[in-house]
């Protein structure tokens, strides 16, 4: 039996940090996304949701678990054309990095080029969800399975 780990590089957020938002707010970083909202009003009415909670919002991510950061990562990617990297560590905290990434792997997405431009997304989309200061830093993210 093996046992990998594995490092996510990259300069974002530690959505972890981000305490657990109302719904209303959720539902506002959502109206950002409106195929992302369709799609998560769709999921909900199937679950037979007719009033989500936070926690129905967070379970949305089926296939990693990573709920806010996914959610967060999917709007920005819809309403920025940026992609950006959702990931967890080894002590469950939940990121959202913009990770290196050759220039040809980004074709069709929205050219950042600087630390400021990566910083000014993240500052777009934080206040939405809370009031804190999230702080936007380098973060290596260990993980391992």
């Not at 296939?63 to 940026?82: F, P, S």
């Amino acid at each position: 039996m093996s046992y990998d780990t594995w490092h996510t590089y990259g300069y974002g957020i530690c959505v972890s940090d981000i305490e657990e938002p109302s719904v209303d707010r959720i539902q506002n970083l959502l109206a950002m996304a409106p195929v992302l909202q369709k799609n998560i009003q769709e999921w909900l009415n199937e679950c037979g949701i007719s009033d989500p909670d936070y926690d129905d919002y967070m379970e949305y991510d089926q296939d990693y678990r990573l709920g806010l950061a996914t959610i967060l990562k999917e709007v920005i990617l819809e309403a920025e054309n940026v992609e950006l990297e959702a990931c967890d560590s080894f002590e469950g905290k939940d990121y959202l990095l913009f990770c290196p990434n050759y220039p040809w792997n980004r074709t069709g997405q929205k050219q950042l080029k600087t630390e400021t431009d990566v910083a000014d997304i993240f500052k777009k989309y934080i206040p939405l969800l809370t009031d804190k200061p999230i702080d936007i830093d380098y973060q290596s993210v260990e993980n391992g399975g």
